[in-house]
Nanobody, 114 residues
Framework: QVQLQESGGGLVQPGGSLRLSCAASGSTFSIVTMGWYRQAPGKQRDWVATINNDGGTNYADSVKGRFTISSDSAKNTLYLQMNSLKPDDTAVYYC????????WGQGTQVTVSS
């Protein structure tokens, strides 16, 4: 079992930045991939970014060049640095990990509005 706890969401103006964190606990030694998804109101949950245990990263086209995913293995924490935020980035952001099973955090709200 892996438990995930996101933090760092909030209200930010267009063009601003936020950094999301996701603290993992439990069977973290078995994690292969960590990532972020987001779900806007009335829409499906969409993939945002992924980082593998070899450090490789991938991004959705909509966030490429603006968002950066990273992890700190010593702290068992995943991050998502979000820059140049747009109103379309408004969503609940979910942390997820995969170790043969997928686990989800409870989500953190990000609102981009003036």
């Amino acid at each position: 079992q892996v438990q995930l706890q996101e933090s760092g969401g909030g209200l930010v103006q267009p063009g601003g930045s936020l950094r999301l964190s996701c603290a993992a606990s439990g069977s973290t030694f078995s994690i292969v991939t960590m990532g972020w998804y987001r779900q806007a109101p009335g829409k499906q949950r969409d993939w945002v970014a992924t980082i593998n245990n070899d450090g490789g990263t991938n991004y959705a086209d909509s966030v490429k060049g603006r968002f950066t995913i990273s992890s700190d293995s010593a702290k068992n924490t995943l991050y998502l640095q979000m820059n140049s935020l747009k109103p379309d980035d408004t969503a609940v952001y979910y942390c997820t990990v995969w170790n043969g099973l997928r686990y989800w955090g409870q989500g953190t709200q990000v609102t981009v509005s003036s």
